[in-house]
C-alpha cells in the first residue's frame, strides 16, 4: 500500500485503491502521539562545496517537512519506489552531482542502497518514458542513516539543450534487509511537478504525487553541474597557503607578514573532457606589495574528473603596508584551447587584537545556559558592518542556541538550534569553527554535515549583524551560548568580533627574508585562518578583535 511516512496514515480508500496483487498486509494506520526519544547520531554526508556553477531546481524551498512523504512500504519498510523530476534544458549541463532530501532513512544495518540515474530526451516525459529516453549517468550510492537532511550524490552526465534531463532516485525493495525510506519534501511550492512510481502499489509508471493523492508531498531534488562541453576550473576556495622566514623560523604561524617567503598551492580540475598541456600562472600585474618568485606551474594532462595542484612561490616585500589585503589571479590554458581564472585572496600581516575577558573554554551547561564569555574594547570605532567568528566545541550542535549583545543593549541571535524545527532535535553533527557574516552564502539553520567541525569558515546569522550598524565598538560584548536539549555538552573555545572598520593592527618584519617552498600548512577558511585572513576573504581588510588563539592545526 501507498503509505505515509512511518507515523502518519493515508485515507483508507486510497489505500485500497493503490494496493497491488501481492501486496504486503496492511499497518496500523494511526499518528504517533507521543514525542520519539532524541536519535542516534546520523552519519550524514556533506553538501560541501558545489561541484559545479549551474544548479537546477524545480523547489521552491529547500526545508524538509517531517511526516509529509509517503512511499510504497509495508510497516515502514520500502519496497521498490522510484521517485522523479524532469528539467527542460535551454542549456548543455555536465551533471556532477545530484541532491535529493531525506526525511528519515533508516537501514538495519546503519545504511542502505539507493540508485540515482539520469536520462535525456526529446520526447513528453512521462509519456515517451523510458522508451525515447537514453541513460546518461548512474550511481549506486550508500545512504547513513539520517532524517531532515539533503544528501549530496556524486554522478556524471552530460544532457544538451533542447533535451528533457530527467533524475530518478530509486530506492531498491529493502523489507527484507529492514531499511526505510522518506524522501524529504515540502509543501511550499514548486514550478513542475514531482512523480513517484511504486509498482507494487499499482503506480506502474511516473506519476505526479498530486494525482495519487498527496500534492504537498513536492520532492526537494537539486542537480548541479557546469556548462556543457570540457571545463577546467581554479579551486580558489580549497587554495592553501605557507609562509616562512628564514632567519626567524618562529615567524611561519600562519601570518603573512613583509618580508616573508609564501608558497601558494591550488587544485585546478577538469570537467566533461579530459585536457592536454595544462598551465596554471599567476596574472599580470602582481599585487601591491608582492613580488611573484614562481609564477607558472605546469600541469601537463588532467582526466576527465580530475585534479591536480599548481604551486607558486611570492614574497611579502619587506616594505608592505601591515594589515592590507591582497588577491593573487590564477589563469590556466590547456592545448585544447580551453581556459579557466580565478583568485587567492589573503592579507600581509596580522589584524589587531583583542581577547575575550574570560579564560576559555568556557564550559556550556547541558540542557540550560546561557554560557557567557565577554570581550571589553577601549577603541571607540562606529561600526559600519561586524562579522563575529565563533569556536564551540559540542556534541549536536542542533542544541545551540548563540546571541551576541552589543555595549548598547543590542542583541542579535548568531544561531538557533540548525534543523530545528525541520526536526525536533536538530543537526546532530559535532562542534563549529565559523564566522558569521552577513555577506556570506551558507545558512547554518538548514545545513547539516558529517565532517568535524560541522561547519567552518563564512556562515550567515540567524539575524542580521546590520543591527549593529552606526553603534560604537566602545565597552563590552557579550557572547551567550544555551543548550537547549539534554545529553550532549561543550564549551566556547575561541570567538572574537571583526569590525569595519578594523583595529589598528601590528607586523613583525622578516628582515633577512624567507626561504624556500615550504609544505602548506594553512587551510582555507578555517577560524584560526580566519583570525588573521577574513579580512581579505570579505574583502574588508581590517582589523580582527579577540580571536584568541594561535593556529588550531599547530
Not at 350 to 378: K, Q, R
Not at 457 to 467: F, H, T, W
Not at 546 to 552: A, E, F, N, T
Amino acid at each position: 500500500m501507498l503509505k505515509m511516512s512511518p507515523f502518519v496514515s493515508v485515507p483508507i480508500s486510497m489505500a485500497l485503491a493503490m494496493v497491488a496483487s501481492g501486496a504486503f498486509a496492511q499497518s496500523s494506520l494511526t499518528r504517533a502521539l507521543t514525542e520519539l526519544p532524541k536519535p542516534q547520531r546520523p552519519l550524514v554526508q556533506p553538501l560541501g562545496a558545489a561541484c559545479g556553477s549551474i544548479t537546477l531546481t524545480q523547489s521552491n524551498s529547500q526545508a524538509i517537512t517531517a511526516l509529509n512523504s509517503v512511499s510504497c512500504n509495508s510497516g515502514g519498510l520500502h519496497t521498490d519506489n522510484s521517485y522523479f523530476r524532469s528539467f527542460p534544458l535551454t542549456a548543455d549541463i555536465n551533471v556532477c552531482e545530484v541532491q535529493f532530501g531525506i526525511e528519515t532513512a533508516t537501514g538495519a544495518g546503519g545504511t542502505q542502497p539507493v540508485t540515482v540515474n539520469l536520462y535525456t530526451g526529446t520526447g513528453a516525459f512521462p509519456g515517451t518514458f523510458p522508451g525515447s529516453y537514453t541513460q546518461i549517468g548512474t550511481a549506486n550510492i550508500s545512504v547513513p542513516d539520517q532524517a531532515a537532511t539533503i544528501f549530496p550524490a556524486s554522478v556524471n552526465g552530460l544532457a544538451t539543450a533542447g533535451s528533457n534531463l530527467v533524475v530518478e532516485v530509486f530506492t531498491p525493495d529493502g523489507q527484507t534487509a529492514g531499511n526505510s525510506f522518506f524522501f524529504g519534501t515540502n509543501a511550499a511550492g514548486e514550478t513542475a511537478p514531482s512523480y513517484l512510481q511504486a509498482a507494487t502499489c499499482g503506480v506502474t509508471t511516473p506519476t505526479t504525487t498530486a494525482a495519487i493523492g498527496f500534492p504537498n508531498m513536492q520532492l526537494v531534488m537539486n542537480v548541479v553541474g557546469n556548462p556543457g562541453g570540457p571545463t577546467l576550473t581554479v579551486g580558489s576556495a580549497q587554495a592553501s597557503l605557507a609562509d616562512q622566514c628564514a632567519s626567524n623560523p618562529g615567524q611561519a604561524n600562519g601570518v603573512i607578514e613583509p618580508g616573508e617567503t609564501v608558497t601558494v598551492q591550488v587544485p585546478i580540475s577538469a570537467a566533461g573532457g579530459s585536457f592536454t598541456g595544462v598551465v596554471a600562472s599567476l596574472g599580470l600585474p602582481a599585487p601591491a606589495g608582492i613580488t611573484y618568485v614562481t609564477s607558472s606551474s605546469a600541469i601537463g594532462a588532467l582526466a576527465d574528473g580530475s585534479s591536480a595542484t599548481a604551486t607558486f612561490v611570492v614574497t611579502a616585500n619587506d616594505t608592505a603596508s601591515c594589515v592590507t589585503g591582497f588577491s593573487l589571479p590564477v589563469n590556466v590554458t590547456s592545448n585544447e584551447g580551453n581556459t579557466a581564472s580565478g583568485s587567492i585572496a589573503s592579507q600581509i600581516g596580522e589584524s589587531g587584537n583583542i581577547a575575550p575577558n574570560e579564560t576559555l573554554p568556557v564550559a556550556i551547561p547541558d540542557n540550560a545556559g546561557p554560557a557567557t564569555s565577554t570581550i571589553s574594547v577601549t577603541q571607540d570605532i562606529s561600526l559600519t558592518d561586524l562579522s563575529v567568528a565563533v569556536a564551540i566545541d559540542h556534541t549536536w550542535m542542533g542544541d545551540v542556541t548563540i546571541t551576541l549583545t552589543s555595549p548598547g543593549g543590542t542583541t542579535v541571535t548568531l544561531l538557533d538550534r540548525p534543523g530545528v524545527p525541520a526536526s525536533t532535535f536538530g543537526c546532530g553533527d559535532n562542534n563549529m569553527d565559523v564566522v558569521f557574516s552577513d555577506s556570506a552564502s551558507v545558512n547554518p539553520e538548514t545545513t547539516c554535515n558529517a565532517a568535524t567541525p560541522w561547519l567552518s569558515g563564512p556562515v550567515l546569522p540567524a539575524s542580521p549583524l546590520s543591527a549593529f550598524a552606526g553603534q560604537s565598538t566602545i565597552g563590552t560584548w557579550t557572547l551567550s551560548v544555551s543548550d537547549g536539549a539534554a545529553g550532549d555538552t561543550g564549551g566556547i573555545t575561541d570567538w572574537g568580533l571583526i569590525p569595519t572598520p578594523g583595529l589598528q593592527g601590528t607586523c613583525t618584519v622578516c628582515a633577512a627574508g624567507g626561504g624556500g617552498p615550504v609544505t602548506p600548512e594553512i587551510e582555507l577558511p578555517t577560524l584560526a585562518t580566519w583570525s588573521k585572513l577574513a579580512l581579505a576573504l570579505f574583502a574588508l581588510a581590517l582589523g580582527v578583535v579577540g580571536i584568541r588563539r594561535r593556529m588550531r592545526q599547530m
